[in-house]
């Protein structure tokens, strides 16, 4: 509870400025100062953590104000029995956006970037055309407001600062937590985010409502606070472009930088409003964020922006291996069909693993075998047939929950998550697969993995410092880690030399040991040979032979698949 | 601060479109709805059709677009009032801001701003411009005076204006010319290539570079050609660009990105639907007709974006 203590402290600190009789100038300026603090950390969980850019969040600071508006103004309510309905109708805004815009495939953010765009626009013409405001505006200036302090600019002082706190500390236990490392794992790659079981959809509903609940907080507030509100101060386009400059200079990738990033550019633009060049300094606003992106895109607090990995633990001892009856079946493949555009990727394919074995999947390229995998980890839906996994039907579930049941994959070519540490990268199979550990736990089983692959050395790097070699073994720490029942490898070895091979499969034994059960997809027959107990052998979207590998080799179907009929 | 956003789009005065909310509105009335419908609609095509290429083939999402057509509005309307004809106009802003958008590209291009943060440079642009013509041109409105603007003809019971009908042929015009070069000249189809894949289109000797160069400068001078035909028929006002941006990308993304005959097509629907909301309910609410129809086609086939 150390940072809990420390926000306690610097809040208690704080606290006591509206009782040294400041003028009520200095309390106005800081509660502006933490009020964008507010709306900077909110916006950043979301856009920064997971890189989901919003130009909206005035529309939810916006709904916050009306929210407080209507309550306060019609019905009398006082300010803080009006907050939780200023919390909760942006967040109910934001989960409905969300909940369209999250389910799209290509483009996503980009097109979540647009469509928050014109929220603003949206949510201010309905403000606008209906009894919520219908045009003159709301005076606020009779709800009751809790005298907390001895005038109401130091009551005003007080609220902010309790919620910028709040908001900053909820963005640290974020950053630091196992929704935290799911969000970072969005931002840099979704799709093997979910693929190693982060329910990505889930998490980027909760960060938007989160997000726009805090922003929507600091607009109950603020509506108070100017004590008559209209549409267009309310949903002016600036405050978007103001919370996402605050948030890039201070840095969107360290909980902290927002929160700086607010407090360098309020005072910035007190200097320009206060003077008589306003027009000015907008342009310089537009400026700044041109050079930041460019020069520092990283923000004030990049350099710190790396979550320390957490002090090492001895290991605790390795949970048992998997017992299970060897032979029966673990995966079961049924006439699985799909197609792309037109391309028959797979047409119908019948496949069983058995538990306990190493099963080679072979064939040209363009066989289908990476269909396949996709297919089975969930990431493609299946045009037809039935995939059945300990006795289970899985076909159809979303690939985190396939994750969570036991299912790992790795990537043919790498795809490690580039800002995490390769610890980091690590850790977070076991915090969202089959067992789910806390952040602590997850990374003392990742010690456990980069030790077994050789990786110790390098934990704290980043995947871009390591060579291709490094990057299959990271691949392959991260699959393990997750301790998966069914392990598919993809063309592991390719681009290995013979010595870094030899190693490969040696690890590939070790793993089987731990009671996973694999299937090797791979193009070097010298490994396939060694290293599996049945092949089959795919072409064409359809397994055409399976057995032991030395009969399967010999097959004259299989000759010609590979060399095209040559022999003929 | 930004009281424009709420009003809407300026819509041109217009004596017979002004539509307020009647029982049953004339067929007179309902006719010169879909008429001002489809010149807006023509308007956001010309708008769409430099963001679609720009995003769609260069993969970049320049909101700079829409500040380059009010500059290239303003420019009209204060060379016009020194007695130059908008068409004159654009035959000199049009290299011109090909020029900058050249300088864009090789500005992003320099620095290898991913796709997102164009987004953010190019809203870093958007407010500098903004604030360039509310500096020089302040932030009232203002409206260009053209010889040719009364220019009106009947038809029937309902009225077309020349400013309106160029507007529509140049949209189409410029359209089909952008989807006949993608479609059929080699120059076209290096482009295709590139947006698809650009290694592999390097390695068949296309010059991304300069291609990307070159078509970042034609978009630009489409926003100029939008921006001519902007002071033609609508009300200038610096801050009123945001109010183009949601229906613009809707738009764009109906349309189907890097589609030049995508928003052209989009735009017309979307203008006709706009109209006829504002014909049957009040004008106020024609805003909000872009971004339902947005989330419509999010929901009904969130594969096709």
Known sequence: MKPLAAFLLVGAVLALAPFLGLPAFYESFLYLVFSWIVLATSWNILSGYAGYFSFGHAAFFGAGVYATAVLGSKLGWSLLATLPFAAGVPALLGVALGAVIFRVRALRGELFAVLTLAVTFVVSTIVLNTPIDGGPGVMLSAVPIPQLAPSPSGSFYLMALALALCTVFISYTVYHSRFGTGLFAIHDDEEVAEVMGVPTYRFKLAAFALSCALAGLAGGIHGVFVSYVTVSETFGHWLALYVILMAAIGGTRHWLGPALGAAVVTALLYAFTASDFAVAGRALVGLVLILVILFMPQGLLGRFSRRKALPRKALTPPDAPIVAVRGEALLVVRGASKAFKGVQALAGVDLEVRRGEILGLVGPNGSGKSTLINVVSGHYPIDSGSVVFEGREIAGEAPHRIAADGIARTYQIPRPFAHLSVLENVALPPMFGRVAMDRARAEGEAWRWLEFTNLSAKANRLPGDLNLHERKFLELARALASRPKLLFLDEVLSGLTASEMDGAIRLVRAIREQGTTIVFVEHVMRAVMELTDRVVVLTSGRSIAQGVPRDVMRDPLVIDAYLGGAHA | ?305
């Open chain 2, 1 to 305: 601060m930004g009281g424009d956003l709420a009003q809407g789009i300026r819509r041109p005065w217009r004596p017979g479109a002004v539509a307020k909310p009647p029982p049953l509105p004339s067929a007179a009335l309902l006719g010169q709805s879909l008429l001002a419908g489809i010149f807006a609609g023509a308007l956001y095509g010309l708008l769409g059709l430099g963001l679609t290429l720009s995003w769609g083939l260069l993969r970049q999402i320049n909101l700079a677009h829409f500040a380059l057509v009010f500059l290239g509005g303003y420019l009209t309307y204060q060379l016009s009032t020194a007695g130059f004809d908008p068409l004159l106009t654009l035959a000199l802003i049009a290299p011109a801001f090909f020029v900058l958008g050249v300088a864009l590209h090789a500005l992003l291009a320099r620095f290898k701003v991913s796709p997102l943060n164009t987004l953010l440079v190019t809203y870093g642009f958007t407010v500098m411009i903004e604030s360039l013509l509310q500096w020089i041109w302040s932030a009232d409105y203002r409206r260009m005076d053209w010889h040719h603007g009364g220019v009106k003809w009947k038809l029937g019971e309902l009225f077309v204006s020349l400013p309106e009908l160029l507007t529509l042929a140049v949209a189409c015009a410029t359209a089909l010319a952008m989807w006949a070069v993608l479609r059929y000249t080699d120059l076209g189809k290096a482009m295709r290539a590139t947006a698809e894949d650009a290694p592999m289109a390097a390695a068949f000797g296309v010059n991304h570079q300069l291609l990307s160069l070159l078509l970042s400068g034609l978009c630009a001078a489409l926003a100029a050609l939008a921006g001519t035909c902007l002071a033609l028929s609508y009300t200038l006002a610096p801050s009123q660009m945001y109010a183009w941006i949601g229906v613009v990308f809707a738009v764009v993304m109906i349309g189907g990105l890097g589609n030049p005959l995508g928003p052209l097509v989009a735009g017309l629907a979307i203008g006709v639907s706009e109209a006829l909301t504002m014909a049957l309910t009040a004008p106020a609410w024609a805003p909000l007709v872009s971004f339902s129809l947005l989330i419509g086609a999010l929901l009904l086939r969130p594969h096709r974006f």
